[in-house]
């Protein structure tokens, strides 16, 4: 199999608190790992690309002071929402890539976030 | 990275196939055709993945014609619980390549009704 779990799985913060998510790959390692974001009824935007042992690559648009990511062993990638506002209320997703050999990337179960 | 175009909603009835068709023109060489489904709420599970021809697991099959241009997946006897989105994703793969940043279009929402 290839699980992937995100920690926690549901948060309510309040707005200019700072909040981690985790996101593990349970029975496989993982060089890449992947954050998404998705709003309501539309589809995941991939936030940025994050590398076991080096910065995370971020994609056009988001802030990488705000949305900061840790890759710091080959089955876990943090991603902290720094200083969180309402308009930061989404549903986050991460997923890692299995490099067997269909190069395959398995999601997370997801972290919903509410900043009141 | 290609683009992917599918059908916005399907409608279907339990027990019946339901096949839904992707569009990617401009798919690349090294690019993979991967399937995904989400439910509300969950994140995106592992459907099917192929290269070319037919690639059949023990939930799909997915069809892929020789231009490779688009690709139909096929759910044999959907049941209530296949409702969902499903998203079509183009990427590189393959050995030794990462399928790297998908991109996910809107997915087609699947509706299966009694």
């Known amino acids: 199999g290839a699980v992937v779990s995100q920690h926690p799985s549901r948060v309510i913060c309040k707005s200019g608190t700072s909040v981690k998510i985790e996101c593990r790959s349970l029975d496989f390692q993982a060089t890449t790992m992947f954050w998404y974001r998705q709003f309501p009824k539309q589809s995941l935007m991939l936030m940025a690309t994050s590398n076991e042992g080096s910065k995370a690559t971020y994609e056009q648009g988001v802030e990488k002071d705000k949305f900061l990511i840790n890759h710091a062993s080959l089955t876990l990638s943090t991603l902290t929402v720094t200083s969180a506002h309402p308009e930061d209320s989404s549903f986050y997703i991460c997923?890692?890539?299995?490099?067997?050999?269909?190069?395959?990337?398995?999601f997370g179960p997801g972290t919903r976030l509410l900043v009141l | 990275l290609a683009k992917t175009t599918q059908p916005i909603s399907m409608d279907s009835y339990e027990g019946q196939e339901v096949n839904i068709t992707c569009s990617h023109n401009?798919?690349?060489?090294?690019?993979?055709i991967t399937w995904y489904q989400q439910f509300p709420s969950q994140g995106p599970r592992f459907i099917i993945q192929g290269y070319k021809t037919k690639v059949t697991n023990e939930v799909a099959s997915l069809f892929i014609p020789a231009d490779r241009k688009s690709s139909t997946l096929s759910l044999p006897r959907v049941s209530l619980s296949d409702t969902a989105v499903y998203y079509c994703l183009v990427g590189d793969g393959g050995y030794g390549g990462s399928q790297g940043n998908l991109i996910f279009g809107k997915g087609t929402k699947l509706s299966v009704k009694p």
């Open positions: 401009n798919i690349a060489t090294n690019d993979y």
């Open positions: 997923s890692a890539d299995k490099t067997d050999y269909q190069e395959t990337q398995y």
